[in-house]
Nanobody, 124 residues
Framework: QVQLVESGGGLVQAGGSLRLSCAASGRTFSSYAMAWFRQAPGKDAEFVAAISWSGGSTHYADSVKGRFTISRDNAKNTVYLQMNSLKPEDTAVYYC?????????????????WGQGTQVTVSS
């Protein structure tokens, strides 16, 4: 069993930056692919970014490409999402997720473990 705990959310003005962290329990973190998803009020959950188990492969949603960066530190069992040039439309609850297969995926239903989410609010 893996537990994921997100942190780093908050309120920021448009154009600002935030860095989200997701700390994982368990000794097998380094073998998992990790991802960030987000869900805005009244909308379906949306893929944001994913990273393979080694960190060698990443993928981003078109809406965040060039502004967000996903990374991981397997020694610290932590995955990060650096968010720059934030826009009001980035406002959502952000969730991290872990996939035991280790393979990068854009689909929420392939992920086995989920955190509780952290709120990001971007004011205009």
């Amino acid at each position: 069993q893996v537990q994921l705990v997100e942190s780093g959310g908050g309120l920021v003005q448009a154009g600002g930056s935030l860095r989200l962290s997701c700390a994982a329990s368990g000794r097998t973190f380094s073998s998992y692919a990790m991802a960030w998803f987000r869900q805005a009020p009244g909308k379906d959950a949306e893929f944001v970014a994913a990273i393979s188990w080694s960190g060698g492969s990443t993928h981003y949603a078109d809406s965040v490409k060039g502004r967000f960066t996903i990374s991981r530190d397997n020694a610290k069992n932590t995955v990060y999402l650096q968010m720059n040039s934030l826009k009001p439309e980035d406002t959502a609850v952000y969730y991290c997720a872990a996939d035991r297969s280790g393979q990068l995926s854009l689909h929420a239903n392939t992920y086995d473990y989920w955190g509780q989410g952290t709120q990001v609010t971007v004011s205009s």
